[in-house]
Each structure stands twice: as C-alpha cells, then as structure tokens.
C-alpha cells in the first residue's frame, strides 16, 4: 500500500540554522505530495504542495521538490526561526485513490535563539 | 478561506457513552474526513465521505461510525467509548482531486 516515511524528531536548530527534513514514500500510482504544518494547539495547514516530478512546492521560505527518480520530497529552509517551531507532515494523495491523503509520522522542529 | 469548525475542542467522556463529534464546512465541499492523531503514529484515517449520505471506512474504523447528512457536516460516533479512543480527532474537507485539505482545530478527546 501507499506510505511515507519521515525522520524522527525532534529536530532542534538554533535560529538562522538551514533545515532539512527528509521525506520519502511508495506509492501505487503516480501521487501529489504535501507538506503540512501544525503549530501547538492547532490543526495541520498546507504548508505547500507538487503534483508532478519535478516541480517545487514553496512557502514561507520552504522548499521541496518532487523527486521521482529516489521518491522522495524532503522538505528545507534556508533560514529558520523560532517561530517555525511545530510539527512537519509530509503526506502523499494518489489520483483514484478516494482522494485520501496519507500522512507520514510527522517531525517535530524545535527552532532556539 | 475555507473554514472547518469541529464543535469542542476538549471533551472528556465515560467508558461506554456515546460520543458525537461534530465537524462543519462552510465551502461546499464534496470530500471529508475524520482522522485521530496520536503520539508516534501520524494521523491514521478513521472514515470519509464525498457525498452526502456516502461513507467509506479509513483504515481504522472500528469502534466508530460517521453520517453525512447534509453536504457541509460530517459526524463521528464512538457508539461506546473506551480508553483506547483517548487522541485528538481532526475533521478536513476537500474540494477534489489535486487539491489539499483544510482542517479543523481538532477535538481532544479523553475517555475516563
């Protein structure tokens, strides 16, 4: 079945620090791949998205391609901030698949000044 | 911007009552979900609907039941709660294909 594997947290950066966190996945057919977002006490929000090989999602200064060849769409920013601190989904959706995404572990990034 | 609004946000419950939680989305759209996250897991399908009266069971959806009455509320029954349901539960909608979700804030759930 389809699946996607992220890895573990936490992940703690002092602020201005590069992130990247690493996702994966195997799919049956030929998926969209999502990241989102969860700050505390909140539900997820789309942080960005691709829905072909290839393409760049991008947000808020995050980035992450869609690598079909190593199935993979890891997720980085440049810069990170304390506020950035939340937990990270990766998650996939194939089409013909009932339009259910299916979700990663999740990481959690703590971000200190 | 779409909202999805669960009723509670906290609700403690007994072992064998049963639990109604509500979620409601203000755009018309055909697809929702329930889904409980718990620590180490992820989030794991319970149940979702693309149409009014439609269900199809998620990946775990014993011990649960849904019904889609109306194209913009999804509800999810515990038809006897234990403590193995103590999660957070999140309600999402969708428009279609290609498209992300949008959440709800989540209803924490504790079972005593």
């Known amino acids: 079945g389809d699946s996607v594997t992220q890895m573990e947290g936490p992940v703690t950066l002092s602020e201005e620090a590069f992130l990247t966190i690493n996702c994966t996945y195997t799919a049956t057919g030929y998926p969209s791949l999502f990241w989102y977002v969860q700050y505390p006490g909140e539900g997820l929000q789309l942080l960005l998205k691709?829905?072909?090989?290839?393409d760049k999602g991008s947000n808020k200064g995050f980035e992450a391609t869609y690598r079909k060849e190593t199935t993979s769409f890891h997720l980085e920013k440049g810069s990170v901030q304390v506020s950035d601190s939340a937990v990270y989904f990766c998650?996939?959706?194939?089409?013909?698949?009932?339009?259910?995404?299916?979700f990663g572990t999740g990481t959690q990034l703590k971000v200190e000044l | 911007d779409v909202k999805v609004t669960q009723s509670s946000r906290y609700l403690v419950k007994r072992t064998g009552e049963k639990v109604f939680l509500e979620c409601v989305q203000d755009?018309?759209?055909?697809?929702m979900f329930w889904y409980r996250q718990d620590p180490g897991l992820g989030l794991r399908l319970i149940y979702f609907?693309?149409?009014?009266?439609?269900?199809e069971k998620g990946d775990i959806p014993e011990g649960y039941s849904v019904s889609r009455e109306k194209k913009e509320r999804f509800s999810l029954i515990l038809e006897s709660a234990s403590t193995n349901q103590t999660s957070m539960y999140l309600c999402a909608s969708s428009l279609n294909l290609g498209y992300g979700y949008t959440f709800g804030s989540g209803t924490r759930l504790t079972v005593v």
């Open positions: 691709a829905t072909k090989a290839d």
């Open positions: 609907s693309y149409d009014v009266k439609m269900k």
């Open positions: 998650a996939l959706k194939v089409t013909g698949g009932g339009n259910k995404l299916t």
């Open positions: 755009m018309d759209h055909e697809n």
